[in-house]
């Protein structure tokens, strides 16, 4: 017994008490194969004594799986790792580095006093006969000073960085990580120097780790430098790859063939005669990546037609504008509402667009087939930007302009292309977006445009079932909502305004007009009558204005030298209409300025006031 306790107070106290519970299940053990082989039926009072031993085999089972549990873990198991979702993507905490954001390819070393050298301006005043020539050849076929364009690198570069200290310091977020992007470039017989001065800018100035591809879309062009020569040109650029439409399909078509052959996370669209500016794509993508819904376009800024000089942006930030729409449908400019100034904080908060210019812009890939991508059935170019806007703003995605992301556009003043179905298809493209879109307000747009008024009639316009299904399908906003809360700034004209139409005078037969470039400030003209809407149609409003609203909310304003188109006083919103631009249509086919007591006349060479006469013709006008 001495041995015994002596053996129980050693150190492997856990394994004293298994060799204890070992004997005590032996016993047990014993007692049970002596007892069960009796027959309890024969022997009813050993059942109870079973019924006891079975209880005390538990609790004794119980213990010593609890000893065995209490016991100390000679191996450690491997950990047991939770796997990612199938829609979750790695990311790493911190910050992208600096090597990680080198660009595709690097930038050759430059000559500053190289033409076009640091995004200056290349000078145009002292070409000789033969170079003087050249450019009015290159302008006539481009619209743009090609010669001078031919003179400056390919590769040239834009000079130091002057955007705002927020955005040149702003740093980019592993997690989420960034989306790649392939950038797709229609061109149509686009100049050699300014459509791979638009490729060689995005290889210099796009991460590596982030630009998949730059996919040229040749949209049939005729001119042979943009065939074979262009294809082994490019093989040299590895990423780049040139697809093409054997036939003129125009700018959407186009692009939709981009996407389809893109590889990128994020389609890039930008036109053929860019440059991009420092750190322009890492803003974009991280918007997309924080929200794939957003479509974000880059602040653009100008490339000079003439001299190709680069406006570079300022490093104490700018008087940003945003895009908006006329009812004509047209895509415009505007300053930006005090709302909206109020909520950025800084240059590198974006800024709520109602419209988007549509030329350049980036849209995650997936969401750019889930939003309807574009309109199939319109045709070669034009309103499918305003469509897209209203789109992807009603079926609840949003357009923002990123200020931290500058690229330059060369803008023309008129067009070098021809349209193979004619202008015509402009008219019909807005159409379609209007029946699709737009709701009972289209009627405000068909007022202003007689040639889409026809179609719709006609139904001239094509099938748009798809397109009505598809807004069903995405439980799309009407438009009244858009107007209420995307562009609540925006001017509604009178749904029913109280006369439309051309105004037409009876002693002269021919029509009020604005005139040419008419924005305001200058004085109407008498013109032919041409039953086109445009210059010519004007709203007698139930404010009592007589309103030539087609892009701009312009007002017949009356002066005592003259009559002249200015900005409209009303503007809704606590405003109110002044008696320069108040009128009264009589009786008598006069148009009457109360405040003047004065009438409308068509004697002069311009339209005036003069005092009222019910038997001059020259003062009796009719809506027509």
Known sequence: MTTFRRFLRKRFFPWKLVI?????????????????????????????????????????????????????????????????????????????????????????????????????????????PEEQKEKEKGEAKHCFNLFASDQISLSRDLGPDTRPPECIEQKVKRCPPLPTTSIIIVFHNEAWSTLLRTVYSVLHTSPAIFLKEIILVDDASVDDYLKEPLDDYVKQLHIVKVVRQKERKGL?????????????????????????????????????????????????????????EFMKPSPYGQNHNRGNFDWGLSFGWESLPDHEKKRRKDETYPIKTPTFAGGLFSISKEYFYDIGSYDEKMEIWGGENIEMSFRVWQCGGQLEIIPCSVVGHVFRTKSPHTFPKGTQVIARNEVRLAEVWMDDYKEIFYRRNQQAAQMAKEKSFGDISQRLKLRQNLKCKNFSWYLKNVYPEGFLPDLIPLRFGAVKNMGKESCLDAGENNEGGKQLILYPCHGLGGNQYFEYSTHHEIRHNIQKELCLHATAEAVTLEECQFKGQNTHVTVEEKWELREEHLIVNPASNTCLTAKEEHPSLEPCNPADRFQKWTFI
């Open 20 to 128: 204890v519970a070992l004997i005590f299940i032996t016993f047990v053990f014993l007692i049970q194969r002596e007892v069960v082989g009796r027959d309890l039926q024969e022997e009813p009072w050993l059942k109870d004594i079973v019924d006891k031993r079975d209880a005390v085999l538990g609790m004794m089972m119980g213990a010593v799986n609890n000893f065995r549990d209490a016991m100390p873990k000679m191996q450690i198991k491997a950990p047991v790792r939770q796997h990612d979702t199938a829609d979750s993507k790695p990311c790493l905490n911190g910050y992208y580095t600096a090597a990680e954001l080198k660009p595709y390819l690097e930038r050759p070393s430059q000559d500053p006093s190289a033409p076009g050298a640091s995004g200056k301006a290349f000078p145009t005043d002292k070409l000789s």
């Open 252 to 308: 959407i078509t186009a692009r939709l063939l981009g996407a389809a052959v893109a590889t990128g996370d994020v389609l890039t669209f930008l036109d053929a005669h860019c440059e991009c500016f420092h750190g322009w794509l890492e803003p974009l993508l991280a918007r997309i990546a924080e929200n794939y819904t957003v479509v974000v376009s880059p602040d653009i800024t100008t490339i000079d037609l003439n001299t190709f």
